[in-house]
């Protein structure tokens, strides 16, 4: 019984760790903040400041696609 259980939480915690994602290139995060940008040109950054509504959206999509989010962008 121990061992099922240590092998239930090795597994979630591999688990855990395998679903931090990779990093994202250049390239994909300057894609995703031009799309952000738009979000909040047509939609407004919902009374949010606009650095603040950015990084947020461009973490979001990076989550949504298996990416590690970003400090900054």
Do not use: H, R
């Not at 461009?58 to 298996?66: D, K, T, Y």
């Amino acid at each position: 019984m121990k061992f099922l259980l240590g092998l239930v939480l090795s597994l979630t915690i591999f688990g855990a760790v395998a679903d931090e994602g990779e990093v994202a290139d250049a390239a994909l995060i300057a894609e995703l903040t031009q799309y952000c940008a738009d979000i909040a040109e047509e939609d407004g950054t919902g009374g949010q400041s606009l650095s603040t509504f950015m990084l947020e959206c461009v973490n979001n999509e990076l989550s949504s696609e298996g990416y590690k989010a970003v400090d900054k962008i």
